[in-house]
């Protein structure tokens, strides 16, 4: 990216993954939001509906938020398959940065507003064959590589810094809750034998939904528990990895 950006010779730049497909004329519609002194960067949106015209809920909900996020000031972060921004907001992304689209967007809202353009449709994989684990625990570790930057975060206006922690970070605590929940009505099966059929069909669809036959069906609960499950295990093995280091320097 930062070659590519050195390599540039015009004032707009367009970032753009391979796997998507875009609605008609949709560089037109993304860029001409730039003339505006105000805006930065413009993101493209993904639409709710994916290649073979399965809705997301889950999309749609995000789609939604963003929407939101724009007309209160400034989006949160860009649609990293497709987006657009001046070259003059453009920052050199560090090698190390993962979530490379997430660090520029903050960057870009140091000066500037980020918009996003609804109409702007670009159509992905179904939501359910996107979020495995790999990916998942690469999302946390850049979630949590981007909140102990303290330069970066430091700049951003407090309104914004409120707006960033509720709708990218707070929502990482509905794994956790659910887990809890669980984890609550399995001690609770041991006193009353009430929570003992819910205990046990939470854990056949947790089960089930880790079975590559079953998660691979386009099934909205089954997609939710399994995201969710997996967000529970990267979670455990971030905390032990980072947990891990000091427990060796204590016993030297």
Not at 178 to 187: A, D, E, K, Q, R
């Amino acid at each position: 990216m930062n070659l590519g950006v050195l390599q540039a010779k015009y004032d707009y730049l367009v970032f753009s993954d391979q796997r998507q497909v875009s609605s008609t004329d949709i560089l037109w519609k993304l860029v001409e939001p730039l003339g505006n002194e105000d805006i930065g960067a413009v993101s493209a949106c993904i639409s709710h509906v994916d290649k073979d015209g399965c809705s997301s809920y889950i999309r749609r909900y995000e789609n939604y938020l963003k929407a939101q996020e724009s007309r209160a000031g400034s989006l949160m972060g860009v649609y990293g398959p497709l987006y657009a921004l001046k070259k003059s907001c453009y920052s050199p992304v560090p090698e190390s940065i993962i979530l490379d689209d997430l660090y520029l967007s903050l960057k870009v809202m140091e000066l500037k507003k980020i918009r996003i353009i609804e109409e702007c449709l670009i159509y992905d994989e179904h939501i359910c064959s996107l979020h495995d684990y790999r990916r998942i625990r690469r999302y946390l570790t850049g979630f949590l590589q981007i909140l102990t930057d303290h330069n970066l975060l430091g700049h951003l206006p407090t309104r914004q810094l409120i707006m960033l922690l509720w709708h990218k970070y707070l929502r990482l605590l509905i794994p956790v809750l659910l887990f809890l929940c669980y984890v609550s009505t399995g001690i609770q099966s041991f006193y009353n034998s009430f929570y003992l059929i819910p205990f046990v069909l939470l854990t056949i669809l947790g089960i089930s939904s880790l079975t590559p036959a079953i998660y691979r069906i386009k099934n909205l609960i089954i997609h939710f528990a399994r995201i969710n499950i997996l967000y529970i295990i990267a979670m455990g093995d971030l905390l032990v990895r980072r947990y891990q280091p000091a427990r060796k320097f204590e016993l030297s």
